[in-house]
Nanobody, 114 residues
Framework: QVQLVESGGGLVKPGGSLRLSCAVSGFGVSATSMTWYRQYPGADREAVATIHTYGATYYPEDVRGRFTISRDNSKNTMYLQMIKLKPEDTAVYYC????????WGQGTQVTVSF
């Protein structure tokens, strides 16, 4: 059974940093392209970072240079390191496959505010 468990969110001041974790069970995190998504209230989820099976990564322009996606195959866990956070990064963050997505986890709330 596939399970995705996100953690690591919290309240941080603008300019601060957070590292999110995504514990995966039911499949190997390195066996498929994986993506971090975020969702603003009332909006659809949007991709903010993708890591492919061969290790290549992709970021949309608004987070490029600030977000870094990685994975630890031994722990079957994916990470999102976020630096220089902005108020507009405030959202619920989720992890999932890049395509043929599984059921969503509960997400982790990131709030960037003074």
């Amino acid at each position: 059974q596939v399970q995705l468990v996100e953690s690591g969110g919290g309240l941080v001041k603008p300019g601060g940093s957070l590292r999110l974790s995504c514990a995966v069970s039911g499949f190997g995190v390195s066996a498929t392209s994986m993506t971090w998504y975020r969702q603003y209230p009332g909006a659809d989820r949007e991709a903010v970072a993708t890591i492919h099976t061969y290790g290549a990564t992709y970021y949309p322009e608004d987070v490029r240079g600030r977000f870094t996606i990685s994975r630890d195959n031994s722990k079957n866990t994916m990470y999102l390191q976020m630096i220089k956070l902005k108020p507009e990064d405030t959202a619920v963050y989720y992890c999932n496959r890049a395509v043929d997505r599984d059921s969503w986890g509960q997400g982790t709330q990131v709030t960037v505010s003074f």
